[in-house]
């Protein structure tokens, strides 16, 4: 299911609270205004490799009310990390809010608004292509001939860096580190992975998976420039 068919079942299901229900301190268009630079933001990410995705967008940002940018701004910096999809009255309750999958092979993450006239405003971003994403595609991507196996974790993990320089402006701006942190966690499972799969290639006597995953996690954060 695309991110399009997420909002016509989150809208046919009628699940869509009305925005007068919802009690939102607003001061002038400071949410809005929050809202335009999480869109610059997200939109500075740009693809260096052919295996990235780009980003999609739909709508106009600008009819989005000020109360919808009030939701998305408070569903964000209070999320707890968890996964948000296919869940669709808490994911537009009140006619805005995201979609979250930070476990999943494209680790998808999508803003919508429900604007008049059945249309919205949406913006997905994901930092690899799906079928890109699985680790037998990264392996046959990266792998080079007589290549220093730790040459292999640092092309992976700068493949993975642009779109982690982005996520972390993201969590700042949503002052939640919850979504950066959870790259990251994302990032070492797919590196670990597909360093495993090589290891097995080589005939290693020691397996990386049994290697923590917050080794991994650590070293990479690093390389990212921490938080």
Not at 88 to 103: C, H, I, L, R, W
Request: a neutral charge; one cysteine or more.
């Amino acid at each position: 299911m695309n991110w399009k068919d997420i909002l016509k079942n989150a809208i046919t299901q009628g699940r869509v609270k009305e925005i007068e229900d919802i009690d939102i301190d607003i001061e002038d268009d400071d949410c809005r205004r929050w809202l335009k630079r999480l869109d610059q933001i997200i939109k500075s990410y740009k693809p260096t490799h052919k295996m990235h995705a780009k980003i999609r967008t739909d709508g106009d940002i600008n009819e989005v009310t000020e109360e919808q940018a009030c939701l998305i701004k408070s569903k964000l910096e209070n999320h707890d990390g968890s996964m948000v999809i296919g869940q669709y009255q808490k994911g537009v309750e009140g006619g805005a809010g995201f979609f979250y999958s930070p476990d999943g092979f494209e680790h998808s993450f999508i803003l919508v608004a429900i604007l008049p006239r059945d249309r919205e405003w949406g913006i997905e971003f994901i930092p690899v292509r799906g079928a890109d994403s699985f680790r037998q595609t990264l392996l046959k991507e990266f792998v080079k001939p007589d290549e220093p196996f730790l040459q292999l974790f640092d092309d992976l993990v700068s493949f993975y860096e642009p779109y982690g320089k982005m996520i972390k402006q993201f969590s700042k701006h949503c002052n939640n580190r919850v979504f950066f942190d959870n790259y990251i966690s994302y990032v070492a499972r797919r590196v670990k992975g597909v360093l495993s799969m090589r290891s097995k290639q080589l005939g290693s006597f020691r397996s990386i998976s049994s290697v923590e995953d917050d080794v991994f996690e650590r070293s990479i954060k690093k390389k990212f420039g921490g938080y």
